[in-house]
């Protein structure tokens, strides 16, 4: 059984959690800006550090958990925000899921594949098992 992390995908050229937040946001600037803007506000609210002109993005699996349970706590049971209502929270989780994934697919067109390929030629075996948790198709 081999268990793979995102080391591999960055071998290829995908940046791991930490930087792809960032490169899919980076990707908006030319085709979505009212989005890209919304992320950025929501980035603001969350994380008070935060600074485009630092460009010092959250891990994206950070910031999808903030996101998930703001989205959870949001309710006159709890805490209702007037400043973030669900479904503007929603909004920019679709934003960031649907520029992570153009971000991915656009990358997998120039993707180095040739260390996974020699992974696959000179290292797996028949009925080897591979789990991975890697955000792109590598």
């Not at 803007?37 to 959250?58: C, E, G």
């Not at 349970?69 to 669900?86: G, L, R, Y």
Request: include cysteine.
């Amino acid at each position: 059984m081999f268990v793979l992390g995102a080391g591999v995908s960055a071998s290829c050229g995908i940046p791991v959690a930490q930087n792809i937040l960032r490169a899919a946001v980076d990707r908006l600037e030319n085709s979505d800006i009212a989005a890209r803007d919304k992320i950025h506000k929501l980035l603001d609210y969350l994380y008070p550090s935060f600074s485009t002109a630092l460009r010092n993005y959250p891990n994206i699996e950070d910031f999808m958990n903030l996101l998930e349970m703001a989205q959870q706590v949001n309710s006159e049971d709890f805490i209702k925000s007037s400043i973030w209502p669900v479904e503007d929270l929603k909004e920019v989780e679709a934003g960031v899921l649907q520029s992570v994934t153009d971000y991915l697919w656009a990358q997998m067109k120039h993707c180095d594949l040739d260390p996974l390929k020699k992974f696959v030629s000179h290292v797996l075996r028949p009925r080897d098992t591979i789990v991975t948790f890697n955000w792109d198709v590598t």
